[in-house]
């Protein structure tokens, strides 16, 4: 029965605290439109039966025009539509009224990935949450237009770069959704989806799905070189984290095969040809260069694309990324 | 093969006498200043745009059988969205039924020769042929992959493709438009004859005043906002690029500012037809003619205020987005208006389904679906959650293709024993329209469902939950495509094999159907006698010449 409704039911699960006052807005409306299209329909239908056209028979006389009439079919709907206004407009202004105690999350939206950044200095690529809990985004777009849309939230705002925008929510359920680009931003804009994963607060309330609290993922996430427990693990493992957060994968491959960078893969402690500048030595130096400042040295065959990772890496996971590109041979 | 069935008293007993055949050659064509052989001229280009739109529309769907890569590649899709939208918009939606029916009707129903100025609307269709060039061009060389919206800064500082090209072939269209808009206010205001007054215009002329003054008004501010971005993009004027200095939702506002109100370029012609073919096809006068005419111009000019509705997630101020949403259901009371007359025309009417009158009710339907949806996006809090998504598609397809196409292809049957002086084959005509409408739905409709449940749109890639409505959709789509081919063909197929047409095969009551069918060259040999548009009274069956005649008034042009 559940599976039933859940294949009909025009929406996906109600995640967030807007949820179902947005879905009673919308079921409204929408009972006020089917009501209205029936019976313009039916209208239609019963008229085309009941007056077709009967060959010598010219039709009865019926007046042209009853101000009456057309006074209330155009002064009734415009109260309605106040009303469909007046709920809507309600309903907004509490999505763009955040509370002062706001969990705050920074969001960086570059083309084609997301990255979240928390107050612990955590950054990661899909947005954790606690549940419960109001949450505010303060966001910023690198490069073009982005819109950060999480359905089940019933929430979305356009990333514009330039400025800060800024959202907020409170999940009320543990468990992870999705969440989209909704502004088109380029080639890969489809791929620019990524997950919201809603950890609980306290250990009773894990799910399988969602097995670690917030705090416990936070632990581990904003510290890199560390496992869970607070473990030290092999930097080389630590440097691959690293390279998951940062998505370096979009562009670099470790497999040898030429993407929007060169590969990760057997370039280390190799001569390599730099547009303009000759042949230069893949080294600690070099590597570390080119994450801060990537367009010094652009390899032979490829194009300034790399953004700066600088003030977002710090010294110990560049270490760290070395370590796992030397790894790759 | 044609007959000889031919209204006997007809002007079209002379061939030499109609416009197609009193000059011969391709120059008589390519120079003619006759509205009538423009407004052909305009028919083919812009039939050409839409197929050729179509196509890429069905490349897209094809793409979205899966939901992983199909046939093209991410760079192809993006082209493929961006050109189908471009082209459909600026080149066939908003000319089609101005241009193309509007130039061939507007001065026949009007009891007028021609235009107020021939000339301008010769250059406004070369207008539209180089816009359509350069669009053409772009297509074939690099393509062009911003959407059609040419949103900033991804479109000046991102793109690879040759954004320059397609903004000034935008830009030369909307000249283009703007020229048809200016004669067309000129003509209706300066060449109306004795005994038309505004109130005698038929509503098919009143919607096209309005859709003019929209033309007129609000053309310029996209061209002078194309020709920022073209600055912005060739010599890095900062005006929209943040890192320049500039503001994107600035952009924003500048393109919907004239966009808005464009789909009421695109929508009150539609309107105009819908309200003929109803009175027409139920032999009854419309019902609530003034507030018919009056909603056309609210529409056109509540039209001007709401663009900002577009932009509820930008980032525009909270307070200008609850300002924009009140005043976004404000334009949706003079629709309501007119689907309610419309209806309350046809009670007590003699209603017949012949092929424009199927088009005509599946507009209602169709536009009906289409109006309402748009509560949904104007409610904030609703819109936020729906914006660009499927649903926006869906919305916007039910009411420019559901509307304006139908619409058209309605008035294309209604009117083309006029222009062509051959009948269709009914039988044909009406099925093309029952494929259309029962394919449009299982096109559009899951587009609804899947937007809802949070398909963003532009995506070449999706989520397999979302496959089910796709696949539908895709369905849909390509036996939409074959309806339309095959009213296309019923149409083409009657040049040939078609019936001689009469002059007025329906027994409607404006100007048009008291010439010959086609029309002499200069229209009527003297200005014709005007009555009441609507009064289906005054015209009555003739069988002598399978025509309806105008009561007491044989032979029905010429003394």
Same mark, same amino acid.
């Given at each position: 029965?559940?599976?039933?409704?859940?294949?009909?039911?025009?929406?996906?699960?109600?995640?967030?605290?807007?949820?179902?006052?947005?879905?009673?807005?919308?079921?409204?409306?929408?009972?006020?439109?089917?009501?209205?299209?029936?019976?313009?329909?039916?209208?239609?239908?019963?008229?085309?039966?009941?007056?077709?056209?009967?060959?010598?028979?010219?039709?009865?006389?019926?007046?042209?025009?009853?101000?009456?009439?057309?006074?209330?079919?155009?002064?009734?709907?415009?109260?309605?539509?106040?009303?469909?206004?007046?709920?809507?407009?309600?309903?907004?202004?509490?999505?763009?009224?955040?509370?002062?105690?706001?969990?705050?999350?920074?969001?960086?939206?570059?083309?084609?990935?997301?990255?979240?950044?928390?107050?612990?200095?955590?950054?990661?690529?899909?947005?954790?949450?606690?549940?419960?809990?109001?949450?505010?985004?303060?966001?910023?777009?690198?490069?073009?237009?982005?819109?950060?849309?999480?359905?089940?939230?019933?929430?979305?705002?356009?990333?514009?770069?330039?400025?800060?925008?800024?959202?907020?929510?409170?999940?009320?359920?543990?468990?992870?959704?999705?969440?989209?680009?909704?502004?088109?931003?380029?080639?890969?804009?489809?791929?620019?989806?990524?997950?919201?994963?809603?950890?609980?607060?306290?250990?009773? *309330?894990?799910?399988?799905?969602?097995?670690?609290?917030?705090?416990?993922?936070?632990?581990?996430?904003?510290?890199?070189?560390?496992?869970?427990?607070?473990?030290?693990?092999?930097?080389?493992?630590?440097?691959?984290?690293?390279?998951?957060?940062?998505?370096?994968?979009?562009?670099?491959?470790?497999?040898?095969?030429?993407?929007?960078?060169?590969?990760?893969?057997?370039?280390?402690?190799?001569?390599?040809?730099?547009?303009?500048?000759?042949?230069?030595?893949?080294?600690?130096?070099?590597?570390?260069?080119?994450?801060?400042?990537?367009?010094?040295?652009?390899?032979?065959?490829?194009?300034?694309?790399?953004?700066?990772?600088?003030?977002?890496?710090?010294?110990?996971?560049?270490?760290?990324?070395?370590?796992?590109?030397?790894?790759?041979? | 093969?044609?007959?000889?069935?031919?209204?006997?008293?007809?002007?079209?007993?002379?061939?030499?006498?109609?416009?197609?055949?009193?000059?011969?050659?391709?120059?008589?064509?390519?120079?003619?200043?006759?509205?009538?052989?423009?407004?052909?001229?305009?028919?083919?280009?812009?039939?050409?745009?839409?197929?050729?739109?179509?196509?890429?529309?069905?490349?897209?769907?094809?793409?979205?059988?899966?939901?992983?890569?199909?046939?093209?590649?991410?760079?192809?899709?993006?082209?493929?969205?961006?050109?189908?939208?471009?082209?459909?918009?600026?080149?066939?939606?908003?000319?089609?039924?101005?241009?193309?029916?509007?130039?061939?009707?507007?001065?026949?129903?009007?009891?007028?020769? *021609?235009?107020?100025?021939?000339?301008?609307?010769?250059?406004?269709?070369?207008?539209?042929?180089?816009?359509?060039?350069?669009?053409?061009?772009?297509?074939?060389?690099?393509?062009?992959?911003?959407?059609?919206?040419?949103?900033?800064?991804?479109?000046?500082?991102?793109?690879?493709?040759?954004?320059?090209?397609?903004?000034?072939?935008?830009?030369?269209?909307?000249?283009?438009?703007?020229?048809?808009?200016?004669?067309?206010?000129?003509?209706?205001?300066?060449?109306?004859?004795?005994?038309?007054?505004?109130?005698?215009?038929?509503?098919?002329? #009143?919607?096209?005043?309005?859709?003019?003054?929209?033309?007129?008004?609000?053309?310029?501010?996209?061209?002078?906002?194309?020709?920022?971005?073209?600055?912005?993009?060739?010599?890095?004027?900062?005006?929209?690029?943040?890192?320049?200095?500039?503001?994107?939702?600035?952009?924003?506002?500048?393109?919907?500012?004239?966009?808005?109100?464009?789909?009421?370029?695109?929508?009150?012609?539609?309107?105009?037809?819908?309200?003929?073919?109803?009175?027409?096809?139920?032999?009854?006068?419309?019902?609530?003619?003034?507030?018919?005419?009056?909603?056309?111009?609210?529409?056109?000019?509540?039209?001007?205020?709401?663009?900002?509705?577009?932009?509820?997630?930008?980032?525009?101020?909270?307070?200008?987005?609850?300002?924009?949403?009140?005043?976004?259901?404000?334009?949706?009371?003079?629709?309501?208006?007119?689907?309610?007359?419309?209806?309350?025309?046809?009670?007590?009417?003699?209603?017949?389904?012949?092929?424009?009158?199927?088009?005509?009710?599946?507009?209602?339907?169709?536009?009906?679906?289409?109006?309402?949806?748009?509560?949904?996006?104007?409610?904030?809090?609703?819109?936020?959650?729906?914006?660009?998504?499927?649903?926006?598609?869906?919305?916007?397809?039910?009411?420019?293709?559901?509307?304006?196409?139908?619409?058209?292809?309605?008035?294309?049957?209604?009117?083309?024993?006029?222009?062509?002086?051959?009948?269709?084959?009914?039988? #044909?005509?009406?099925?093309?329209?029952?494929?259309?409408?029962?394919?449009?739905?299982?096109?559009?409709?899951?587009?609804?469902?899947?937007?809802?449940?949070?398909?963003?749109?532009?995506?070449?890639?999706?989520?397999?939950?979302?496959?089910?409505?796709?696949?539908?959709?895709?369905?849909?789509?390509?036996?939409?495509?074959?309806?339309?081919?095959?009213?296309?063909?019923?149409?083409?197929?009657?040049?040939?094999?078609?019936?001689?047409?009469?002059?007025?095969?329906?027994?409607?009551?404006?100007?048009? #159907?008291?010439?010959?069918?086609?029309?002499?060259?200069?229209?009527?040999?003297?200005?014709?006698?005007?009555?009441?548009?609507? *009064?289906?009274?005054?015209?009555? #069956?003739?069988?002598?010449?399978?025509?309806?005649?105008?009561?007491?008034?044989?032979?029905?042009?010429?003394?």
């Amino acid at each position: 029965m559940t599976q039933f409704w859940n294949s009909i039911n025009p929406f996906p699960g109600q995640h967030s605290t807007f949820a179902s006052n947005v879905d009673a807005i919308f079921y409204f409306t929408f009972w006020l439109s089917a009501f209205f299209f029936v019976a313009i329909v039916g209208f239609m239908i019963y008229f085309v039966v009941k007056y077709r056209r009967i060959e010598g028979q010219e039709p009865e006389t019926s007046p042209s025009h009853n101000t009456t009439i057309e006074v209330a079919w155009s002064v009734i709907p415009g109260f309605l539509v106040l009303g469909i206004f007046w709920w809507g407009f309600t309903g907004y202004v509490d999505m763009r009224s955040p509370p002062s105690e706001a969990y705050e999350v920074n969001v960086i939206a570059s083309m084609w990935q997301w990255q979240f950044k928390y107050p612990t200095g955590a950054i990661a690529k899909e947005l954790h949450i606690p549940v419960k809990t109001p949450v505010k985004l303060i966001m910023q777009s690198k490069d073009v237009l982005h819109s950060l849309y999480i359905p089940s939230f019933r929430t979305k705002q356009d990333v514009v770069p330039g400025r800060y925008s800024g959202m907020w929510f409170e999940a009320t359920d543990v468990g992870v959704y999705n969440l989209f680009c909704a502004e088109y931003c380029g080639q890969k804009h489809s791929d620019m989806i990524t997950k919201v994963v809603v950890h609980p607060v306290t250990a009773e *309330d894990a799910t399988d799905e969602v097995k670690e609290t917030f705090d416990a993922w936070m632990e581990v996430a904003a510290d890199p070189l560390k496992g869970p427990g607070g473990v030290v693990i092999p930097l080389e493992e630590a440097g691959k984290n690293i390279v998951e957060i940062f998505q370096c994968a979009q562009c670099h491959s470790i497999d040898g095969s030429k993407k929007v960078g060169p590969s990760f893969k057997g370039n280390f402690g190799k001569e390599v040809e730099i547009a303009g500048q000759g042949k230069v030595l893949m080294d600690e130096n070099y590597i570390r260069e080119s994450i801060l400042e990537p367009t010094a040295k652009i390899r032979l065959g490829y194009e300034p694309k790399m953004p700066s990772f600088k003030g977002q890496m710090k010294d110990e996971w560049i270490d760290a990324v070395i370590a796992y590109i030397k790894s790759i041979q | 093969m044609a007959t000889d069935v031919m209204p006997a008293h007809s002007e079209t007993s002379r061939p030499e006498d109609n416009y197609l055949t009193a000059s011969k050659g391709i120059m008589s064509w390519l120079v003619t200043l006759d509205h009538k052989r423009i407004g052909v001229m305009y028919l083919i280009g812009t039939m050409t745009a839409m197929f050729l739109g179509g196509f890429l529309a069905l490349l897209l769907r094809a793409e979205h059988i899966s939901g992983t890569p199909t046939f093209f590649t991410h760079d192809q899709y993006n082209q493929l969205f961006t050109l189908h939208g471009a082209i459909m918009v600026f080149l066939f939606i908003i000319p089609s039924i101005p241009a193309a029916l509007g130039n061939f009707i507007l001065p026949v129903m009007l009891g007028a020769k *021609d235009v107020a100025f021939p000339r301008m609307n010769l250059c406004s269709f070369y207008l539209w042929v180089i816009g359509a060039i350069f669009f053409i061009c772009a297509l074939l060389t690099t393509g062009l992959d911003t959407g059609w919206t040419f949103y900033t800064p991804y479109s000046t500082n991102t793109s690879q493709t040759n954004v320059v090209l397609a903004t000034f072939g935008a830009f030369i269209l909307g000249f283009s438009s703007i020229f048809t808009g200016l004669n067309f206010i000129v003509t209706i205001h300066t060449m109306r004859p004795p005994g038309m007054t505004w109130f005698r215009m038929p509503l098919f002329l #009143w919607s096209l005043y309005a859709t003019a003054i929209i033309q007129v008004l609000a053309t310029p501010v996209l061209g002078i906002t194309l020709l920022l971005l073209a600055a912005e993009r060739m010599f890095g004027l900062g005006i929209f690029d943040p890192k320049l200095g500039g503001d994107p939702v600035l952009y924003q506002h500048f393109f919907w500012f004239y966009s808005h109100p464009a789909v009421y370029i695109m929508i009150l012609p539609a309107m105009g037809i819908i309200s003929e073919l109803i009175s027409t096809f139920s032999r009854k006068p419309i019902f609530g003619y003034r507030f018919i005419a009056f909603s056309s111009m609210a529409i056109a000019l509540l039209g001007f205020l709401v663009w900002g509705h577009h932009m509820f997630t930008s980032g525009q101020s909270e307070m200008v987005t609850i300002i924009f949403s009140v005043l976004t259901f404000s334009v949706s009371i003079p629709s309501a208006i007119k689907v309610f007359n419309w209806l309350a025309t046809m009670y007590k009417g003699s209603i017949v389904l012949a092929t424009p009158m199927c088009y005509a009710l599946s507009f209602l339907f169709l536009f009906t679906i289409g109006g309402l949806t748009g509560l949904f996006l104007g409610a904030l809090a609703t819109d936020i959650h729906l914006h660009d998504t499927y649903f926006v598609v869906a919305h916007f397809h039910y009411v420019m293709m559901g509307g304006t196409l139908v619409a058209f292809i309605g008035g294309l049957f209604y009117w083309w024993p006029k222009m062509t002086g051959r009948m269709y084959n009914e039988f #044909w005509g009406q099925i093309s329209s029952l494929i259309v409408f029962v394919a449009f739905n299982l096109t559009f409709f899951p587009q609804f469902v899947m937007g809802s449940r949070g398909m963003p749109r532009r995506y070449y890639n999706y989520l397999p939950e979302f496959q089910v409505y796709h696949v539908l959709s895709t369905i849909g789509a390509f036996l939409l495509g074959f309806g339309l081919l095959l009213a296309a063909i019923v149409l083409i197929v009657s040049l040939f094999k078609g019936k001689k047409a009469p002059a007025n095969p329906w027994g409607a009551a404006t100007l048009e #159907w008291q010439c010959g069918s086609p029309p002499p060259l200069a229209n009527f040999e003297k200005t014709p006698t005007v009555g009441n548009p609507y *009064d289906m009274n005054s015209v009555v #069956w003739d069988p002598d010449t399978e025509s309806f005649i105008r009561r007491g008034d044989v032979p029905p042009v010429t003394d």
